[in-house]
Structures are given as C-alpha cells and as structure tokens.
C-alpha cells in the first residue's frame, strides 16, 4: 500500500508504512522483552532459592 507523489513534474512512490520506523519499534519491543524476561527470570531463581 501507498501513493504517488506528483511534485514537479516528477512521481515518486511513498508507502503508506514506514519500513525503518517499525524495524525500530519492533527492536525495542524485542530489547524490552529480553530485559523483563531476565529479571523475571532471576526474580523466579531468587524466591524458590529461599
């Protein structure tokens, strides 16, 4: 999905869905994802430790 841009006699084609945008919010979400899933990790190793 996208559109044609007409600008001065030129066309350029602009998709609708920024691919570099949600390479990074899928990275975060992968980054906040590992993180939580450590600590939840270590927290779970810590309580039945004790």
Known sequence: MGA????D???RW???V???R???IVGVV??????TRVRLEKE???STAG
């Open 14 to 16: 602009v998709p609708a």
């Open 44 to 46: 779970r190793a810590h």
């Open 30 to 35: 992968a980054v906040v994802f590992l993180f």
């Open 18 to 20: 920024d691919v570099n």
């Open 4 to 7: 044609y841009v007409l600008k």
């Open 22 to 24: 949600l390479l990074a």
């Open 9 to 11: 006699g030129t066309a």
